[in-house]
Every structure is written in C-alpha cells, then in structure tokens.
C-alpha cells in the first residue's frame, strides 16, 4: 500500500479525491478539512478521516452507482478506497447525477411539465388569434349582457301586452300574441349568441 503523504496542496488533495478543485474548497469551507496550523496545506490522512466520518447517508445509494461504475465494491473511504471519497457527493463536485437519482427524476420531470405548460399556452394563444377559442372572461361577459337583455325583453312583456290582451276576448287571439312576444325574446338571444365569435378575444 502506497503511503500517504503527511500534507497536500488544494489541488493535489483534489486530485487524489478525484474532484473538481472547488469542491474542495467547499470541504474547506463546512469544516470538512483538516488543514495545517498556515491553513495552506491539507493534512491527508486526518482530512480523509474527517471527510469519511461526516458524509451524509442519504447519498449513499448514489455512492454506491459510483463505485459500481469503476467496477468496485461498495466500501467505507478509507486510505486504502481514496477513490470513494466524495464520490457520493457529485452534486456538490459539479458532476452530472445519474438517471437513477430521485432528484434528478424530479427536476427533469418538472421541466417536461413546464415546456408542456408552455406549449399548450402557445396553442390556446394560436386558437384565440384565430378565433376558434375565446378566453373565459370574454365568454362570461358576453353571456351576462345576453341575459340581461332578454330579462329586459321578459319585464317589459306585461307592460306591452296587457293593453292588446285586455282588448280581445278571444283566447287563440291571446295566445297567438302570447306566442309571438316570446319567439322574438328567442330570436333576439339567438341572435346574440350567433355573434358571440364575431367578438375579439
């Protein structure tokens, strides 16, 4: 077995974990790091303990598809496996997760949801530029002021007929004038919806 140096630099420290230099600095920077009394060096064999001892368990699955991918047994990081340490840890060393990370699962299937997202807005835009779609507020509107206005129509019904029905005792004479005011309340409402995709989104 190779004997370990007593201190290294940043970089050969790096190097030996087999990570990006910033990485390190991050173990640096969260106390992860046993350095010399200068702070410029790394003591080696103290810093690898610290980092063994203090790795988050969550990540041991992904550790695991590491060192299966050097064709390696899963071990604890130790002087001897100094290809292990930090190797759970790829995110933090700015490597890519691999397909099998729940949480790449979940970020790359969120990104399909909101391109799909963005894709039915621009559908839904399309076919309200063409007309074939009106946006909800619109149509709401439109229905509220054709109410309204056969509601009109309806009240004022009693005011109109009741002098021309007042004046014949004829019952087909009545319910003929009956008919007639109501099919043009009909008329007009239909009238009205028929121009509801003439109105701009």
Do not use: N, W
Not at 44 to 66: C, F, M, N, Y
Not at 68 to 82: F, N
Not at 177 to 197: N, T, V, Y
């Amino acid at each position: 077995m190779t004997e370990l140096p007593a201190t290294e630099s940043f970089r050969a420290f790096a190097d030996r974990l087999g990570c990006k230099p910033g990485y390190v600095t991050q173990l640096k920077r969260t106390g992860r790091l046993a350095l010399t009394e200068d702070g410029r060096r790394v003591r080696v064999a103290e810093s690898l303990q610290l980092i063994a001892s203090t790795r988050d368990p969550a990540k041991d699955g992904v550790r695991a598809r590491h060192a299966a991918g050097r064709g390696q047994a899963m071990t604890l990081p130790t002087e001897t496996s100094l290809g292990d340490v930090g190797a759970g840890d790829a995110d933090d060393m700015g490597q890519p997760t691999t397909t099998a990370d729940p949480l790449y699962l979940r970020r790359t299937k969120a990104q399909a949801e909101r391109e799909e997202a963005l894709v039915r807005k621009a559908l839904r835009d399309e076919q309200v530029e063409m007309g074939a779609l009106m946006r909800r507020d619109d149509v709401l509107s439109f229905v509220a002021d054709a109410v309204v206005q056969v509601r009109g129509r309806l009240e004022l019904m009693p005011a109109v007929l009741s002098p021309q029905l007042a004046a014949t005792d004829d019952e087909d004479v009545v319910r003929v004038k009956l008919q007639d005011a109501i099919e043009q309340a009909c008329e007009e409402l239909a009238r009205k919806f028929s121009s509801i995709g003439k109105v701009e989104a």
